[in-house]
């Protein structure tokens, strides 16, 4: 009876090594992705084509504005690539050392306009203060709301449209207040703009208005070994990759 038991808690010890392998094996090729909100469509097409050559890697995606990614990462989080939409967070983090200092480098360009569903003629930041509401990122976590409301500060408007804004979590969030009719308009980025099915770009902001969009990525600290993540970053960097981007209207240059 004794040997009986031992036979079978052996048997049972190497089941759950041999779970507790596989396991292991499936999470070796996982890799998290903390990226900011526009790159969605990008991120997805690619990371399915990526997939499709290399069965082994499965990606969890994590889609949101840069500075509550930023934090996640701080915090904690679990995420191997970081892309951001500015250089600060990835700055900051940098700072911190919590990212693989050689892997950065930039991702992609974007432009911000501002685009809406409103009859009223507007085609410059001059026209803004005609309107009742409008969608902005909020600019202490949202790129593009802080590029936002740097326009419109050096294009003389801010103080006149401080109580219309309606604040966004992310971009998304901007063009689907904006596809709505929830807000005459709202910034967002170019890109943006063009999946936009009842919102119109109603006019470019000046580039002179604010600094240029930019889009870092990098490993985290964690990852900057990890063989799996250093060949996605590699493969970022492709062909394949700047040909999404450009079907989505992001910038190479």
């Known amino acids: 009876m004794k040997k009986r038991l031992i036979h079978t808690t052996k ?7 041999a779970l507790l392998a596989v396991t292991t094996s499936a999470m070796a090729g996982e890799l998290n992705l903390s990226v ?3 790159l969605k469509e990008v991120i997805n097409e690619l990371s399915a084509s990526y997939t499709a050559k290399h069965p082994s890697t499965v990606f969890v995606k994590n889609f949101g ?3 509550t990614l930023a934090g996640q990462i701080e915090n904690g989080g679990p995420a191997d690539l970081f892309i951001a939409a500015n250089t600060e967070w990835m700055d900051y983090l940098n700072s911190k ?8 480098k930039t991702f992609t360009w974007n432009s911000l306009v501002f685009a809406g569903t409103t009859s009223k003629k507007v085609s410059s930041m001059n026209d803004l203060p005609k309107l009742e509401k409008i969608a902005i990122g909020s600019p202490k976590s949202v790129p593009a709301g ?3 409301m740097e326009a419109m500060t050096k294009a003389g408007v801010a103080a006149k449209l401080a109580d219309k804004f309606i604040m966004a979590k992310d971009v998304r969030e901007c063009l689907m207040y904006a596809e709505l009719g929830e807000v005459d308009g709202g910034f967002m980025y170019k890109t943006d703009a063009l999946q936009a099915k009842k919102a119109k770009l109603l ?6 208005l604010y600094p240029r969009v930019v889009y870092p990525m990098a490993l985290t600290a964690r990852s900057a070994q990890n063989s799996e993540a250093k060949a996605f970053l590699v493969y970022l960097q492709g062909e394949e990759a700047k040909s999404v981007l450009t079907k989505y209207g992001f910038m190479l240059k």
């Not at 048997?11 to 090594?17: D, R, S, W």
């Open 65 to 67: 504005p840069s500075g």
């Open 97 to 104: 050392k919590l990212l693989d200092a050689g892997s950065i």
């Open 146 to 148: 802080e590029y936002a």
């Open 203 to 208: 006019f470019s902001v000046p580039q002179e």
């Open 36 to 38: 900011a909100a526009s």
């Open 11 to 17: 048997k049972i010890f190497t089941l759950c090594c």
